[in-house]
């Protein structure tokens, strides 16, 4: 219900799979203890059967999409597990590690310029640049350096450059942050869909399940 009015977050899909888990385990229980010559009660065998046709795919997709800690709204991020989608994972990468992505292409520049005190470096003026001493700046402005770097800025000891590859690296660890949010709701309200759109099979082998058994313990 939750989820079906926008309410929902994480801890309800958490909810979710546990109560799948328990119906799934009860279920095979069930059928186990059940002699051939007395089958289940047909509303039971009926919703098991619903079980395991809706219930244990979508047991198994929450399992392997949930983190183990999950905050109590969407909004606060965190909630997806690493290796659920390779494309948040990339975002997440870049949002937590940019001074390791920035290290690599920096050590990456020096070794196809020969220049091994080349540095990547940041302010925030210009952003990401690349920078080599004054005695390096020419070289870089000839064939065939110019055709990746491009001039940016001439200091008394210093020139800097950029590139295309980090002007994009730049624009996309900026945007990191915000993308890995858009990416997690997106993969919380596929998950929420999933269940509204299984609601009404969850629902009737629920009832059955839990009307058979109240009337066990009535008698």
Excluded at 141 to 149: G, K, N, Y
Excluded at 157 to 164: D, I
């Amino acid at each position: 219900s939750r989820l079906s009015l926008g309410r929902g977050g994480p801890r309800d899909l958490a909810a979710i799979a546990g109560g799948l888990a328990a119906a799934d385990s009860l279920c095979a229980t069930l059928e186990a203890a059940s002699p051939s010559l007395l089958p289940l009660p047909d509303e039971i065998a009926r919703a098991c059967a619903a079980l395991d046709r809706v219930a244990v795919p979508l047991k198994e997709r929450l399992a392997a999409t949930l983190a183990e800690e999950l905050p109590l709204i969407a909004r606060d991020g965190g909630f997806i597990a690493r290796g659920a989608s390779a494309d948040l994972d990339e975002t997440r990468a870049l949002r937590d590690d940019a001074r390791k992505l920035i290290a690599g292409l920096q050590a990456k520049y020096a070794g196809e310029t020969g220049i091994s005190a080349l540095k990547v470096r940041h302010n925030n003026v210009l952003g990401y640049f690349v920078e080599v001493t004054a005695q390096h700046g020419d070289r870089m402005r000839e064939a065939p350096l110019d055709a990746t770097f491009f001039h940016r800025q001439t200091l008394a000891s210093q020139v800097r450059f950029s590139t295309n590859e980090l002007a994009e690296l730049e624009g996309r660890i900026a945007s990191a942050g915000d993308r890995a949010m858009a990416l997690e709701n997106e993969i919380f309200d596929a998950l929420a869909e999933r269940i509204i759109a299984d609601g009404q099979a969850l629902e009737a082998a629920s009832s059955a399940l839990d009307g058979q058994f109240g009337k066990a313990r009535v008698h």
